[in-house]
């Protein structure tokens, strides 16, 4: 039989616990606030605007019609590799794979940009010739976004 240590001879909680412990409660305060942050961010800016534009193959110079999401905070021009390799895009390898984040500043699980697609784009009457990065699994087919 062990006998039991009175309360004012157990042993208090060294210094160091002490601080790793606040350090794990401020970490885990800042983890949740930044969910809060990302929770606002889809809620107040992320409507969803999307508009039919008219993208053509330079390559080739045949068209399509395709479903766009404008402006969702997205800093360039992006389509999903589905999309690309089903309308028949001709991929061109970039230099430099580019790593993508996402709007809460985490690297995108899906991967690097290591392709572009060259097309013309068409938009009531204005015509716009410029490469759109190529990123898989995206919901949308095509983003455009603030260059």
Not at 22 to 33: H, L, N, V
Not at 55 to 66: I, K, P, S
């Amino acid at each position: 039989m062990q006998a039991s240590i009175p309360d004012q001879e157990k042993p208090e909680k060294d210094r160091k616990t002490i601080l790793r412990e606040e350090k794990a409660k401020r970490k885990e305060k800042e983890r949740e606030k930044k969910k809060e942050d990302i929770r606002k961010v889809k809620g107040e800016l992320l409507r969803e605007v999307a508009v039919k534009i008219g993208l053509e193959r330079v390559d080739m110079q045949e068209g399509v019609m395709v479903e766009v999401l404008l402006d969702s905070g997205a800093t360039g021009l992006v389509m999903s590799f589905e999309s690309a390799k089903k309308q028949g895009f001709k991929l061109k390898k970039i230099e430099k794979s580019i790593y993508v984040r996402n709007v809460d500043g985490t690297f995108n699980k899906e991967g690097l940009i290591e392709n572009t697609v060259e097309v013309n784009i068409y938009y009531q009457g204005h015509r716009e010739k410029t490469e759109i990065d190529v990123i898989s699994k995206q919901k949308w087919s095509v983003i455009l976004g603030i260059l």
